[in-house]
């Protein structure tokens, strides 16, 4: 298990950007696989963008509502994650949870969320 703390989220204009981070309580070195996720009001939680360690690189994953326009980085030395969310739209208002994963298999680990909200 590990601990999670997302920051950096607030409020914007669409078409603005904003970059959010998930420190982590543990090197991340070696978790298996880190995202983020997002709810809005009345809908169900939906990954947004993960990235899972392989033997020699890292393999990440968007939804398709975010490709070409969000970035998950992960810094093994900060042991920290990142969402670089740009050309942001209303409808990506929603609150954001980072999730890790430690091993293949594992209970996920949640963090308690940040609020994203894209109006003018």
């Known amino acids: 298990q590990v601990q999670l703390v997302e920051s950096g989220g607030g409020l914007v204009q669409p078409g603005g950007s904003l970059r959010l981070s998930c420190a982590a309580s543990r090197s991340i070195f070696s978790i298996y696989v880190m995202g983020w996720y997002r709810q809005a009001p009345g809908k169900q939680r939906e990954l947004v963008a993960s990235i899972t360690s392989g033997s020699s690189t890292n393999y990440v994953n968007y939804v398709d509502s975010v490709k070409g326009r969000f970035t998950i980085s992960r810094d093994s030395a900060k042991n920290a994650v990142y969402l670089q969310m740009n050309s942001l739209k209303p409808e990506d208002t929603a609150l954001y949870y980072c999730?890790?994963?430690?091993?293949?298999?594992?209970?996920?680990?949640w963090g308690q969320g940040t609020q994203v909200t894209v109006s003018s």
């Open positions: 999730r890790a994963v430690v091993v293949a298999g594992g209970l996920p680990s």
